[in-house]
């Protein structure tokens, strides 16, 4: 597809990206972002983005959960429409790219493509999905996961944030209402489906190539442990016949990350990033321990085969040690592969922004992994400094958000049509 020439106005996007950081209730200052779904901040920062999307002139509109669609009418409102977008949620002490690129980057995409001329024939949307970071309920993606019809209402009133609250009464406080069973998108919402986001890894970086197409996203898995042993007074109760739950916990962490290592595989990635320990009194034999297990791979049998291995260990390590060891899986999403026809899209928008490219697999999952359910989907990546993310220091240059900016405006203006 021809385009007239495409300006990037990165000045602007980069001034939204600074605005929508200082949304946060992180200590620290910006660029430390801390927005955790459905907070007195997360709605500010989406009110925020409405005045955007209004400034843009896009018609918006709510899902039951906090989804949010911005769109730009094309000449033929009647056909399936192209979607970009991210999530603009952020983990505690996270960065300010995470995420908001895909979201301001779409909106700028089209701005850009308004600004040049251009008239889409399919809309376009630009999708903030409600909540992609499993800080608050435990699982990433639930709002992708409700569009795909994999997060039904009985797991949603199941799933539980640290006050004991469900997703359901959360986001019904937060002021999203309406029938949950009205989130899914049939497999003809969309036409196509593209997002932005920054790599979270070191590959592009590394290889000084400006923009990353992905190939496929790795298939990720969260599990919970919880060790009961024996409490007691850390001076009255002898070393001899303790049940720690605590010591019994560390080595289950340990014997995770062993597997991992020497029988995981180059793509296997294991984490422990909770720990928590009852009483956690300075002298009281920990009683109770919880810990939990990111897991991912891009060949889910493989991932699930050391899944196996793991619980296998844990149980072995909680006889051994006589305590009792109960196992909760939130999530095992298979993996997802890029569509041929957004791959080649994506591709010749390189090649038309005269960008060099690489081809990769995300490691990090994304929205997309389950909006690739309900419609043909790809990713564009940008460098970020280091492959560091979900850290205050995540840092991609305004050239290389340009960059990808322009390739998604012309991805999606030849998915679109003019
Ligand atoms: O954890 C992830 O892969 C994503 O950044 N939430
Ligand atoms: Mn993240
Ligand atoms: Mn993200």
Redesign the pocket.
């Known amino acids: 597809m021809t385009l007239p020439p495409l300006q990037v106005d990165i000045e602007r996007l980069t001034s939204e990206l600074e605005r929508l950081a200082t949304f946060s209730d992180c200590p620290e200052p910006p660029p430390a972002v801390t927005r955790v779904v459905f907070s007195e901040t997360d709605l500010r920062a989406r009110a925020y983005l409405g005045e955007l999307y209004a400034d843009a002139g896009l018609q918006v509109w709510v899902d039951p959960i906090g989804n949010t669609f911005a769109r730009w009418q094309g000449s033929d409102p009647q056909a399936p429409a192209v979607g970009t977008g991210s999530h603009t949620d952020a ?1 505690p002490h996270a960065g300010m790219y ?2 908001t690129v895909g979201v301001l980057g779409g909106l700028e995409a089209i701005r850009t493509l308004q600004r040049a001329g251009f008239v889409p024939r399919r809309s376009m949307d630009v999708v903030m999905f409600t909540s ?3 800080t608050r309920f435990g699982i ?2 639930t709002g992708s996961r409700a569009l795909a019809g994999l997060l039904s209402p009985e797991k949603m009133q199941n799933l539980l944030d640290a006050e004991g609250d469900n997703y359901d009464i959360v986001r019904q406080r937060a002021g999203f209402t309406g029938e949950l069973s009205e989130i899914p998108l049939s497999q003809d919402h969309y036409h196509a489906w593209v997002e932005l986001h920054i790599e ?1 890894g070191p590959l592009l970086e590394r290889s000084r190539i400006p923009i990353g197409v992905v190939t496929a996203i790795a298939a ?1 898995a969260t599990a919970v442990f919880h060790v009961a042993g024996i409490g007691g007074h850390a001076g009255g109760v002898l070393m001899p016949g303790r049940r720690d739950a605590l010591c019994a916990a560390a080595e289950m962490v340990v014997a995770i990350e062993r597997l991992a290592l020497e029988t995981g595989g180059a793509d296997l990635v294991a984490t422990v990033g909770q720990l928590e320990v009852h009483p956690g009194a300075v002298n009281s034999i920990p009683s109770r321990a919880r810990f939990t297990l ?1 897991l ?1 791979d891009i060949d889910g049998t493989n991932r699930d085969r050391l899944l196996t291995a793991m619980t296998d260990a844990t149980l072995a390590i909680a006889t051994r040690r006589q305590v009792d060891l109960t196992f909760e899986l939130l999530n095992a999403d298979p993996p997802a592969s890029s569509d041929e026809t957004i791959l080649t899209a994506i591709r010749a928008a390189c090649r038309d922004s005269q960008l060099e490219f690489q081809e990769m697999i995300s ?4 929205d997309t992994l389950f909006m690739a359910r309900v419609v043909p989907m790809g990713m564009i990546f940008i460098p970020c400094r280091g492959g560091v ?2 850290r205050p220091d995540e840092f991609s240059t305004p050239e290389q958000i340009a960059a990808g900016v322009e390739v998604l405006a012309r991805t999606l203006a030849a998915l679109a049509g003019g």
């Open positions: 983990i995470d995420g992609e970071e499993p990433g993606c979270q990720p990111d991912r490691r990090a999952y994304h993310s979900h």
